[in-house]
């Protein structure tokens, strides 16, 4: 039993480190492209074709469950096993907006 605990904590704690890494996908000079904003964050977490993955939920369909506000609250305050703030601002924003297209 001890060893089925500590080997969750650690999975856990992996995909958060995965989860948390930050890539850089804007730059100043012009509009960010939301579709690779959601591509360079959430597919390492949610699958590539962002059809979940592990115990994080499928987002290939997400706006047909949860509105552009709902994806951005939990974008911004993290929901369940996903940490707060991976995405600030305008990527917050333009991958809760392309997400909520998503039906």
Do not use: F, Y
Not at 81 to 87: A, E, I, Q, S
């Amino acid at each position: 039993m001890k060893k089925r605990l500590v080997a969750t904590i650690v999975l856990t704690a992996s995909m958060l480190m995965a989860c948390s890494a930050e890539e850089e996908t804007t730059t100043s000079e012009g509009p960010v492209d939301r579709e690779k904003v959601v591509t360079a964050s959430c597919a390492t977490c949610h699958g590539g074709n962002l059809q979940g993955k592990g115990n994080t939920p499928a987002l290939n369909d997400v706006g047909a469950r949860l509105t552009e506000a709902e994806i951005l609250d939990i974008i911004e305050n993290g929901k369940n096993n996903m940490p707060p703030g991976l995405l600030k601002g305008e990527e917050a924003e333009a991958a809760a907006k392309w997400l909520a297209e998503q039906q």
